[in-house]
């Protein structure tokens, strides 16, 4: 399933993500890297009023921009700058329940990792509670990061 061993730690994923994506990190925004390893990551995402829509609970957008930024960062981490042009092609979101705001935690993992296409499987929680608020799947095309392996 998952090819070879991670390009980058997950100081340098983010070291990258800082100085080519800033906008992700805009007004205090942050998306720490709590583990990582070969075909699996697990980040945190403190939500704020941005994220919160009416009704209390944390919006779909949200979550689903946390998914593809959990997938893109365990890209990155596999194949370094080759996987910077790496885009997301598909992805397919269930939201199970209505989280309400605080700290979400987005554990991610690899089913498939090819040269064309990798595809992640995501469930997203609140920290300190055990069940799922969300539940993705995301196809990534490699491009150049593919061809390196």
């Not at 399933?1 to 983010?14: D, H, K, Q």
């Not at 993500?17 to 800033?22: C, Q, S, V």
């Not at 920290?127 to 095309?141: K, Q, S």
Request: some cysteine; aromatic content about 8%; hydrophobic content about 40%.
């Amino acid at each position: 399933m998952v090819r070879g061993s991670l390009y980058w730690t997950a100081e340098e994923v983010t070291n990258f993500l800082h100085a080519e994506f800033p906008q992700a990190f805009q007004d205090g925004r942050d998306y720490p890297i709590r583990s990582l390893e070969p075909g699996r990551i697990v980040l945190a995402m403190t939500s704020d009023e941005r994220h919160v829509r009416p009704g209390g609970t944390i919006s779909g957008p949200a979550m689903a921009g946390f998914v593809d930024y959990a997938m893109y960062a365990l890209l990155l981490a596999h194949h370094g700058p080759p996987a910077r042009l790496s885009v997301t092609t598909g992805m397919n979101i269930s939201f199970l329940r209505r989280p309400a705001p605080g700290t979400m935690i987005c554990t991610l993992e690899l089913l498939k990792h090819g040269r064309t296409l990798s595809v992640g499987d995501a469930r997203i929680r609140v920290e300190g509670a055990d069940e799922i608020v969300a539940h993705a799947e995301l196809t990534y095309f490699m491009g150049a990061a593919g061809q390196k392996d």
